[in-house]
């Protein structure tokens, strides 16, 4: 049945012409079933191209979603007692009042 289909109007057609006028209209014949042809596979393999975007195999569950969050928290910054300035600051780290370290100016802050 599908060898009828596709023979009886291409045979018919190609003859036809060939009586015709001959090696001319087989051609445009051939070239018309390209184009039909591939004109659709070019539009699919546009379209699969663009669509072909990295996506995950499955939906990801809330426990494993936890299970990473659980490290995104914010942490509390523990703050020590400068004491040149008797002022909050982070330790191991100059001061921002006075910009003294380990007795040291370090920052001169009047210039700042
Ligand atoms: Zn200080």
Same mark, same amino acid.
């Given at each position: 049945?599908?060898?009828?289909?596709g023979a009886k109007p291409i045979f018919?057609?190609? =003859?036809? +012409?060939?009586?015709?006028?001959?090696?001319?209209?087989?051609?445009?014949?051939?070239?018309?079933?390209?184009?039909?042809?591939?004109?659709?596979?070019?539009?699919a393999e546009g379209g699969s191209s663009?669509? +072909?975007?990295?996506?995950?195999?499955?939906?990801?569950?809330?426990?494993? =979603?936890?299970c990473r969050r659980s490290h995104d928290?914010?942490?509390?910054?523990?703050? +020590?007692?400068?004491? =040149?300035? +008797?002022?909050?600051?982070?330790?191991?780290?100059?001061?921002?009042?006075?910009? $003294? $370290?380990?007795?040291?100016?370090?920052?001169?802050?009047?210039?700042?």
């Amino acid at each position: 049945m599908i060898e009828k289909m596709g023979a009886k109007p291409i045979f018919p057609a190609g =003859r036809e +012409s060939a009586g015709a006028g001959p090696g001319a209209e087989p051609f445009p014949c051939i070239v018309g079933i390209a184009s039909l042809d591939s004109g659709p596979r070019t539009g699919a393999e546009g379209g699969s191209s663009g669509e +072909s975007m990295p996506n995950p195999k499955r939906k990801l569950a809330k426990s494993w =979603r936890g299970c990473r969050r659980s490290h995104d928290h914010v942490h509390v910054v523990n703050l +020590s007692t400068c004491p =040149r300035c +008797s002022q909050p600051k982070m330790a191991h780290r100059v001061c921002g009042t006075c910009g $003294y $370290y380990k007795g040291e100016m370090i920052v001169d802050m009047k210039k700042l």
